[in-house]
């Protein structure tokens, strides 16, 4: 597609329940990246993808989260159990290939609510 | 630990005036310095992408600068529009292979009054 896509543009969900984010990044991106954005503070790095592979899961906060990429193309943010402190907007990017960073493309995001 | 510290927090100017936003790092080494614009609800749009050896870069109303010796970058927004209300955001790209690693200020929101 033209940019990156990213869905459900917005999620509110009970303490406890599971979601799923879904990203479609720009055709062709090898590299794509999910950040997590909490109110008024920065973006911090949850995963990265070459490919379908997932070569450093270090920012994933808790086993509880969790991320999957098919067909080098759309992948899927999972968080089990929801919990308050999970609320924030979930980022996804995508870039040509690692080794250049440049292209870097953000979707809007999903904003996710816990109550 | 690398850091990204922007300042101010938050601004508010008259439509029409100039701004200038600051960007203080620790990343070393790093490979580039962006500058990135964030609308409510959307996710960051690159403005510029300065590499260590470039000392400024402008993008329309934008200029970045960078002091790679002080470890510092700002960006200056000249007769400023009320579109131009946003997060400005400043982002360190590291050297090596954590290249793709970027590092985030928590940015600046910018209020355009009229």
């Known amino acids: 597609g033209a940019g990156v896509s990213q869905s459900p543009s917005n999620k509110v969900t009970e303490k406890g329940k599971d979601v799923e984010l879904r990203c479609d990044p720009i055709?062709?991106?090898?590299?794509l990246y999910w950040y997590r954005q909490r109110l008024g503070q920065g973006l911090e790095f949850l995963i990265y993808?070459?490919?379908?592979?997932?070569?450093?899961k270090s920012g994933l906060p808790s086993d509880r989260f969790s991320a999957e990429r098919t067909g080098e193309s759309v992948s899927t943010l999972t968080i089990q159990r929801t919990q308050q402190e999970d609320s924030a907007v979930y980022l996804c990017?995508?870039?040509?290939?690692?080794?250049?960073?440049?292209?870097?493309?953000f979707g809007s995001g999903t904003r996710l609510t816990v109550v | 630990k690398n850091q990204v510290e922007q300042s101010p927090q938050s601004l508010i100017i008259l439509e029409g005036k100039n701004c200038t936003l600051q960007?203080?790092?620790?990343?070393?080494?790093?490979?580039?310095l962006r500058w990135y614009k964030q609308d409510t609800g959307r996710g960051p749009v690159s403005l510029t992408i300065?590499?260590?050896?470039?000392n400024t870069k402008s993008n329309g109303r934008y200029t970045a600068t960078l002091d790679a010796d002080t470890k510092q970058s700002s960006l200056h927004i000249t007769a400023s529009q009320l579109s131009d209300s946003a997060s400005y955001i400043c982002?360190?790209?590291?050297?090596?292979?954590?290249?793709?690693?970027?590092?985030f200020g928590s940015g600046t929101r910018l209020l355009v009054r009229p």
């Open positions: 300065m590499t260590f050896s470039e």
């Open positions: 990017a995508s870039s040509p290939n690692r080794r250049t960073n440049y292209g870097y493309t």
């Open positions: 982002v360190v790209s590291p050297r090596m292979d954590s290249s793709y690693k970027l590092i």
């Open positions: 993808f070459q490919g379908n592979s997932a070569p450093d």
């Open positions: 960007c203080n790092y620790t990343v070393s080494p790093f490979s580039n």
């Open positions: 055709s062709g991106h090898t590299a």
